[in-house]
């Protein structure tokens, strides 16, 4: 079945840039989405079709894709992006299953 | 605004079934799809399926099929997801969310625990 690779975890200090991957095998034909999800709480967009990020997100947030390989980054994190982030896909094999990758723990101190 | 309000907390015993509901207002129910996804206690999220609120189209992850029933009522603008012969790995808080595709809305999630 089809998988997305993302590095289990992540730390900056406030203010420097975070990023975070997301492999998989379909990226080059599909796009990514990103999700937030602190602690307790549903997951929020936080990017959409790569690169596009919904209204109300802050502009540190940003998207990129090349290859296999999709990127979100948080340019200036802040305390409160700690988070566990989720990049979503799907196949390409014609099913058009989602799924998820396996999160990433971004800490911020 | 947009709300998604699903059904309260559930305790199952092994083998039994569990039907979750998803309430939807806020915008034309049948002009999106739904997708389930859910979280087991620490773990990331996995999706479940989608069901098209327009047409009743279903298309169900792979390790759920035979398992799994995504069904919406149209007059009530309500989704559920009926999950079959429960075992204690699917213990899990589960959502429904809006597909546009990307998932905007979320429901607060509704915790199923499968215990004997």
């Known amino acids: 079945s089809y998988e997305l690779t993302q590095p289990p975890s992540v730390s900056v200090s406030p203010g420097q840039t975070a990023r975070i991957t997301c492999s998989g095998d379909a990226l080059p034909k599909k796009y990514a989405y990103w999700y937030q999800q602190k602690s307790g709480q549903a997951p929020v967009l936080v990017i959409y079709?790569?690169?596009k990020r919904p209204s109300g997100i802050p502009e540190r947030f940003s998207g990129s894709s090349s290859g296999t390989m999709a990127t979100l980054t948080i340019s200036g994190a802040q305390v409160e992006d700690e988070a566990d982030y989720y990049c979503y896909s799907t196949d390409s094999s014609g099913n058009h299953r989602g799924v998820f990758g396996g999160g990433t723990k971004l800490t911020v101190l | 605004q947009v709300q998604l309000v699903q059904s309260g907390a559930e305790v199952k015993k092994p083998g039994a079934s569990v039907k979750v509901s998803c309430k939807a207002s806020g915008y034309t129910f049948t002009s999106y799809g739904i997708s389930w996804v859910r979280q087991a206690p620490g773990q990331g999220l996995e999706w479940m399926g989608w069901?098209?609120?327009?047409?009743?189209?279903?298309n169900y992850a792979q390790k759920l099929q035979g398992r799994v029933t995504m069904t919406t009522d149209t007059s009530t603008s309500t989704a559920y997801m009926e999950l079959r012969s429960l075992r204690s790995d699917d213990t899990a808080v589960y959502y429904c969310?809006?597909?546009?595709?990307?998932?905007?809305?979320w429901g607060q999630g509704t915790l199923v625990t499968v215990s004997s």
């Open positions: 069901i098209s609120a327009y047409n009743g189209n279903t």
């Open positions: 969310a809006r597909n546009d595709p990307d998932f905007d809305y």
């Open positions: 079709e790569d690169s």
